[in-house]
């Protein structure tokens, strides 16, 4: 599977650690919605959607499997942070 396009949204909390959500795009045809960009303390890094189970513990959604993978998708969507982020304000 090859990622064929990636948006991101900023979150306008100004005071949160929530910086931006992405949508992903594989091979055209299937689309994961609502990773979350989050700065830490070692810098910027990908959340991918999750959901409150009934022992109150938050569990990926849908996730990669393969850390191949999940470094290709960390590095297209903080890739694709980056360039919004540069972009001037209209």
Known sequence: MKITDVRVRFVKK???KL??????TFDDCFVIHDIKIIEGAEG?????P??????GEYRDI??????????ELVKAV???FETEKAKPIE
């Open 14 to 16: 100004d005071d949160s």
């Open 78 to 80: 903080l890739s694709a």
């Open 62 to 71: 849908a996730h990669p499997i393969k850390p191949e993978m999940r470094e």
């Open 50 to 55: 999750s959901r409150k189970a009934a022992d």
């Open 19 to 24: 910086k931006a959500v992405a949508s992903v």
């Open 44 to 48: 910027f890094f990908i959340a991918m």
